[in-house]
């Protein structure tokens, strides 16, 4: 068996060497390029282009998890918080809920004239990114100096409290009979991103909607991969490799390990603001603990680490879930003569993903580039060190 | 175990303090912080009073500690059932330093087992007294069986070949079993809440204590509690294979040395583990009257903050926490709502967390790294 | 001693630790140890196993904070700096179970070493403005002079850290500590795991480190050939107490130190 991979990887890498250097660029550019097209290749209101979009909006917060868990190697259980903060920005900055305010900055000419916050949507990301970033070291403050798994603990405690939060937010009351949240019932009449020249998207072309989350996925991934192989992400990965060496060369513990959390959260938020539009409702039943496993399970059978997993990951699972299981496959047990719908079971599906997925292959699909360099070094090493005996000229190859 | 110093910056300002704070809290500190909520109501009682039904249209208040009472009675036993899921918890966690993910679904699991056996031998609202114990005692017994068994399934199917991957990789295949069990539960009872029959009449009073009623329901949660805490802890002391439990929990590879079977060890922890999740889920199942899917993630979190709260790793501790929680809960719902229990608990949660990790009874755990 | 220098008049002590006491609960690790490390020398911290000297490394880094006593950093107290200011001070450290960072490869270890020194921060890192870009190619450079320095050759530069073998792997720790540009050198035990022609290589190249970068380097050791060889000065702990200091071959003699070794020698 494992000569087989052994000789998959020599095929690999024997291509890779034929390829001209500037091939990963050209194969990133021509996804661009695809990526941008995209819409005019499906109907423009159909099930699929709905799915891609929440795919995509999927796979930037498998991006912001990813900097958290794979980068910094903090176990955040609770992300979904981050998606209800960036949710609730929208509901806040961009809609009639704050009824006695009248701020409007960059809207509609309808919106202009409607009570409330209204902002641009750009502004809106903005807002919804400091925010929680702001949430993000805030939540990360009491984890600083715990283990793995209680770290996992206290951020899952963190998310659900947000949760209680969000629903019970409809009896906190902010000021002249406003209130924090809407609960279950939802912050309704969320204005839809506005662009002068463009005008405000509708809900029959969903081809706009796309190119904004594609464009905000575009930029989330620039800077993944800016940070990646920056000063910073070398701290990251120092601090998740072995946190008392890192310290002992000058990485500040609990700078570094905030800002992971906040980079993170603001990706999470970023994604949460186009969620909270595009579905045109906030409520708190939308924030479920679920829903952090779910982010969490892209990153996980993506790559921990990859950030190209990350985005997989996402885009796999926001289509798995949105578009696979509801509008494909769904039959598939009747037909086998079970009574129910697939749907009902996609909680199981993800369990078993996540199962097969640690124990077969717990790096993942694609790999973090590092951690693949050593599967290819594999065997060059596993020649080496059994070449090596302890002692002996102590010099490299 | 490496702590690291503080000195001047922004951060500084906030973790100074904090861990300034954290050196005094201590065992003493912890047990005032949770003692704050039960003696502050306890005074607002006695001199604010609380409303206690109405009579001839005026509100009556009542001056005395018979609520505060309530609250313990009711805190109590609900402890009871959360310590005995508790103790699963902190038994796994005590040997392979593994948050079992999936036990509290494993509880859920006991649950619908229990209420199937019922089904199947016939236990209903009119069985006579002698066979409604008789019944349930078998079911009991039967129910333990099975989420002992399915406790040690999932340790030989996920953790056993995750042993030596990172701690990451066992904790999300755990998840990924909760979500597999939930969705069983989910297939098999729906995903409602289903009541079932109140077979032991859980809410009726069997005697008063100060004038608050003590229901049949507390009596059953303690009834089934105490003894089978005595039966583990008799097991872990007395026993060859508790004490191969407790040598695997402090060091496993020198108990292998001395000839610990270390696999059967960890097998029989998750048994035991699983068996009193089984437990709990029969009691849950009387006193609440009611089973759901969803109910095992939400008693995991609470059970494992009990955990948590007594000290990882000890039984006693495991016992202790879920009290406490059970009191707490009680409290927050009868003061504060409902709708903010779960928030208290893991305010709670957090707080310990950040301030004493070792909970009350535990040791001083590695911290980082 | 080194046979060829006379030691300066009384140098300036890059490092004095004052009384420091640890105690773990009940256990006394380091018992009022105070001494002090001579600028620009290279000095041995020995002691049987279990005398404290790894931990009273780790309080001279700031891993642990001393429980009394005080440590001075030429003018500046660092008792209770964290350990990354202290690195931003000038000391660097490597440890006796070597540890790298090993999902990254030996010149991004040694470019971690260097992060004390950088200043790209959150935004730097996003835009890469040309200082930045500048700095990063700067860094790398000189972690690959810095692995070149320590001995190691191209083809293991980018090779994952984990995958060196062992002698590699203690060098790259020493140019990853290196590359923090410190002003003194705590190695823990660099010649474990190592034949005599290593230590004895080792040894020169402690004295080249000293002189070429003007360091001053504090070693604990249990090889005595080394001690004796590359230390100007030896301080001997037993039971976290300092029972004996001066130079090697004086606390080779010392009674106190034969007895607390029970003849157990390395040589």
């Known amino acids: 068996m494992s000569e087989l991979r052994a000789q998959l990887l020599e095929w690999r890498a024997a291509v890779t060497r034929r390829l001209p250097p500037w091939w990963s660029r050209g194969l990133a550019g021509l996804l661009i390029v695809f990526g941008i097209i995209l819409p005019f290749l499906f109907p423009s209101s159909g099930g699929f282009l709905n799915a891609t979009i929440i795919a995509v909006a999927y796979a930037v917060m498998s991006l912001g998890l990813n900097v958290v868990v794979g980068f910094a190697g903090l176990l955040d259980l609770g992300y979904v918080a981050f998606y209800a903060l960036g949710a609730y920005s929208l509901g806040w900055f961009g809609s009639g809920f704050f009824f006695k305010a009248q701020v409007h900055v960059g809207v509609s000419p309808v919106a202009s004239t409607l009570p409330g916050i209204h902002l641009n949507f750009v502004l809106i990301l903005i807002a919804a990114a400091l925010i929680c970033a702001g949430a993000g070291a805030v939540i990360g403050l009491p984890t600083l100096r715990l283990r793995g798994d209680y770290i996992a603990i206290v951020t899952l405690a963190f998310g659900e409290i947000i949760g209680v939060l969000a629903v019970n937010g409809q009896s906190i009351h902010v000021g002249s009979g406003m209130t924090l949240t809407a609960g279950n019932l939802g912050i309704s009449a969320v204005d839809s991103p506005y662009f002068p020249g463009i005008g405000s998207f509708g809900l029959l072309d969903l081809r706009p909607w796309y190119w904004l989350i594609f464009a905000v996925l575009l930029i989330v991934l620039f800077v993944n991969l800016r940070l990646r192989d920056s000063r910073l992400g070398r701290a990251w990965v120092a601090l998740r490799e072995d946190e008392v060496a890192a310290v002992s060369m000058g990485i500040p513990l609990v700078k570094t390990k905030l800002l992971a959390y906040a980079i993170g959260a603001a990706f999470g938020g970023m994604s949460g603001a186009f969620f909270g539009t595009y579905y045109t409702v906030v409520n708190a039943a939308q924030f479920q603990f679920g829903f952090s496993i779910f982010i969490l399970a892209m990153v996980i059978i993506g790559g921990l680490g990859s950030i190209w997993g990350a985005v997989v990951g996402g885009l796999a699972l926001g289509y798995i879930n949105n578009y696979l299981i509801p509008d494909v496959l769904n039959n598939i047990p009747s037909k086998l003569g079970f009574n129910f719908q697939l749907t009902a079971v996609e909680f199981g599906i993800f369990g078993f993903l996540l199962v097969i997925m640690m124990v077969l292959r717990p790096q993942g699909l694609i790999p973090e580039r590092r951690r693949q360099l050593e599967l290819t070094a594999e065997i060059a090493a596993a020649d080496a060190q059994l070449a090596e005996v302890p002692g002996i000229a102590g010099g490299g190859t | ?369 | 001693m080194s046979a060829t220098e006379t030691p300066a008049p009384p140098a300036v002590a890059i490092m004095r630790a004052e009384h420091v006491t640890k105690q773990f609960g009940g256990l006394v690790a380091v018992n009022e140890v105070s001494f002090d490390v001579p600028q620009h020398s290279i000095v041995s911290l020995i002691g049987p196993n279990g005398a404290g000297k790894t931990t009273l490394f780790n309080i001279l880094t700031g891993l642990y904070r001393p429980t009394e006593g005080r440590i001075l950093l030429g003018e500046r107290d660092i008792t209770h700096a964290r350990p990354d200011q202290i690195t931003k001070h000038g000391v660097a450290r490597t440890f006796q179970n070597i540890r790298l960072f090993g999902a990254m490869t030996a010149v991004e270890n040694v470019m971690v070493g260097h992060h004390a020194r950088m200043r790209a921060g959150l935004f730097g890192s996003i835009f890469r403005p040309p200082w930045v870009r500048r700095e990063e190619r700067e860094t790398r450079e000189r972690a690959r002079e810095l692995l070149a320095y320590v001995g190691l050759r191209e083809p293991v530069f980018e090779r994952l850290a984990a995958q060196l073998p062992y002698g590699d792997q203690r060098r790259v720790e020493i140019a990853r500590a290196l590359a923090s540009e410190p002003r003194m050198l705590l190695l823990d035990e660099p010649t474990a795991g190592m034949n005599p022609q290593e230590s004895q290589a080792l040894t020169e190249f402690m004295r080249a480190m000293r002189d070429d970068l003007k360091l001053t380097i504090l070693l604990i050791e249990h090889d005595m050939k080394v001690v004796m060889g590359v230390s100007e000065r030896v301080t001997v702990l037993d039971y976290g107490r300092k029972i004996a200091e001066g130079e090697p071959a004086v606390v080779r003699a010392d009674p106190a130190v034969i007895e607390a070794y029970l003849g157990k020698q390395d040589s």
């Open chain 2, 1 to 369: 175990m490496e702590t690291t110093t503080i000195s001047a910056s922004p951060v500084a300002a906030i973790t100074r303090p904090l861990a300034a704070v954290r050196r005094s809290v201590g065992r003493w500190g912890l047990i005032a912080a949770l003692a704050a909520l039960p003696i502050y109501y306890g005074i607002t009682d006695l001199t604010n009073g609380y409303p206690a039904g109405v009579v001839a249209g005026h509100a009556v208040i009542h001056h005395d500690l018979s609520k505060l009472g309530f609250n313990f009675a009711e805190g109590l036993s609900n402890g009871a059932i959360w310590a005995l899921i508790a103790i699963g918890y902190t038994l796994v966690y005590g040997i392979i330093e593994l948050i079992n993910f999936a036990h509290g679904d494993v509880f859920m699991i006991g649950s619908f087992t229990a209420v199937g056996l019922w089904g199947t031998l016939g236990l209903g609202l009119t069985t006579g007294a002698l066979g409604l114990v008789g019944g349930l005692l078998v079911t009991l017994v039967i129910t333990m069986i099975v989420t002992g068994s399915l406790n040690v399934l999932i340790e030989r199917v996920a953790y056993r070949p995750l042993r030596g991957a990172p701690k990451l990789a066992a904790l999300i295949t755990a998840v990924g079993f909760s979500f597999i069990l939930q969705n069983v539960g989910l297939l098999w009872r729906g995903g409602s809440p289903q009541s079932v029959n109140d077979l032991i009449r859980s809410q009726q009073p069997v005697f008063t204590i100060g004038g608050v009623p003590i229901l049949r329901g507390y009596i059953l949660a303690l009834a089934v509690m105490i003894p089978l805490v005595f039966a583990l802890t008799w097991f872990i002391n007395q026993t060859r294979a508790g004490r191969a439990m407790r040598a695997t929990a402090q060091d496993p590879e020198a108990a292998r040395l001395m000839g610990v079977n270390v696999n059967a060890t960890i097998s029989l922890t998750f048994l035991l583990g699983g068996m009193l999740a089984g437990a709990a889920g029969l009691v849950y199942a009387l006193y609440e009257t009611n089973v759901w899917y969803f109910q095992g993630f939400k008693a995991g979190l609470i059970a494992f903050t009990a955990a948590v709260m007594g000290g990882i790793g000890n039984v006693r501790g495991a016992v202790l926490g879920g009290l406490i929680i059970g009191v707490i809960q009680s409290l927050a719902d009868s003061r504060l709502g409902p709708q903010w229990t779960e928030a208290v608990v893991f305010g709670y949660l957090i707080a310990i967390m950040v301030l004493r990790p070792r909970g009350l009874l535990g040791e001083e755990t590695r911290e980082a790294g």
